[in-house]
Nanobody, 112 residues
Framework: VQLQASGGGSVQAGGSLRLSCAAS??????LGWYRQAPGKQRELVAA???????NYADSVKGRFTISRDNAKNTVYLQMNSLKAEDTAVYYC?????????WGQGTLVTVSS
């Protein structure tokens, strides 16, 4: 099982980034993104089911968009209007038959 995340980087406040995560090895009913800022707990950012239902953290609604290509088993997170408080390590997550799988983190740094 592998979840390969990419797309992190540094951007100024107000800018945009797009994260990608290619999943393999399992059928993932849910794919999503979590983030962990220094000194804080890991939190859900957004998730999407194989049927296209989405769930967002209140703090990112209207700014972030999660999407999924089921044929490629890939999930994307389009992040617009980034804020300094979005700075964190972002982790790709896949849910498969009651188990959670994690990819390596990708760092997003937003400077104000």
């Amino acid at each position: 099982v592998q979840l390969q995340a990419s797309g992190g980087g540094s951007v100024q406040a107000g800018g945009s980034l797009r994260l990608s995560c290619a999943a393999s090895g399992r059928i993932f009913t849910t794919l999503g993104w979590y983030r962990q800022a220094p000194g804080k707990q890991r939190e859900l950012v957004a998730a999407i089911t194989s049927g296209g239902s989405t769930n967002y953290a209140d703090s990112v609604k209207g700014r972030f968009t999660i999407s999924r290509d089921n044929a490629k088993n890939t999930v994307y997170l389009q992040m617009n209007s980034l804020k300094a408080e979005d700075t964190a390590v972002y982790y790709c997550n896949g849910g498969s038959y009651g188990r959670d799988y994690w990819g390596q983190g990708t760092l997003v740094t937003v400077s104000s």
